[in-house]
């Protein structure tokens, strides 16, 4: 079946201008999974939905990075007035329920450059 | 703060030797997972251990996780040029969701 698809895969944008990342999870996935990979770095978790469940922003970074999941499906993460410093690859994982323990499936992730 | 301490960061090899990359850290965790990168992809999971001394084999790579649950280790036999990539390990507690990742160590295996 597919997998998790993101989209775009590549995004060049001006500092301080919106951009909007869209991650399509597997279908029947109810958790899924925001983070951020820097160049050399882990990934960095942003954000967790489960279900219905009200989603942990624990991971945000600041007020400018926001997300959404409507339906239970696909999910929007917005970042608002771009910094250089968000510049990364965003990644998004789905994985059949919420847990520590359940394989996450990545998507390919998109690649944001911020000029 | 819990942190995932992975050794060494790069590695460059030749086709057939054999290494290990290791996975550390000071905080207990409920299982370890393994995923490998590669370029331009979103990682895979590779393997996940959950109990202390466990070890698991997958074709010529074999995972440890430590006796404490504190560490873990990933050994690869005759490394080939398609084991290359970017391999992470990650932490996780039982009844929590999120995952603690390592910086990853970069494997290069030359033909």
């Known amino acids: 079946g597919a997998g998790v698809s993101q989209s775009p895969s590549n995004k060049v944008t001006e500092k301080g201008k919106d951009v909007e990342l869209r991650c399509d999870p597997i279908s029947g996935h109810t958790a899924l999974y925001w983070y951020r990979q820097s160049l050399g770095q882990g990934l960095e978790f942003l954000i967790y939905?489960?279900?219905?469940?009200?989603?942990?922003k624990s991971g945000l970074p600041s007020d400018r990075f926001s997300a959404e999941r409507t339906g239970g499906s696909v999910s929007t993460l917005t970042i608002q007035r771009t910094q250089q410093e968000d510049s990364a690859v965003y990644l998004c994982a789905s994985s059949r329920e919420g847990g520590a323990h359940y394989e996450q499936y990545f998507g390919p992730g998109t690649r944001l450059t911020v000029t | 703060t819990q942190l995932l301490e992975q050794s060494p960061q790069f590695l460059s090899i030749q086709e057939g030797e054999n290494l290990t990359v290791y996975c550390n850290s000071s905080?207990?965790?409920?299982?370890l997972q393994w995923y490998r990168q590669e370029p331009g992809e979103g990682p895979v999971l590779l393997v996940t251990?959950?109990?202390?001394?466990e070890v698991k084999k997958l074709k010529r790579l074999t995972f440890q996780f430590g006796d404490a649950r504190k560490d873990s280790s990933l050994h690869i036999t005759a490394a080939q040029p398609g084991d290359t990539g970017l391999y992470l390990c990650?932490?996780?507690?039982?009844?929590?969701?999120?995952?603690?990742f390592g910086a990853g160590t970069r494997l290069f295996v030359k033909a």
């Open positions: 990650a932490g996780g507690h039982t009844g929590g969701f999120k995952t603690i």
């Open positions: 251990v959950v109990t202390g001394g």
């Open positions: 939905f489960q279900g219905n469940s009200a989603p942990d």
């Open positions: 905080s207990v965790f409920s299982s």
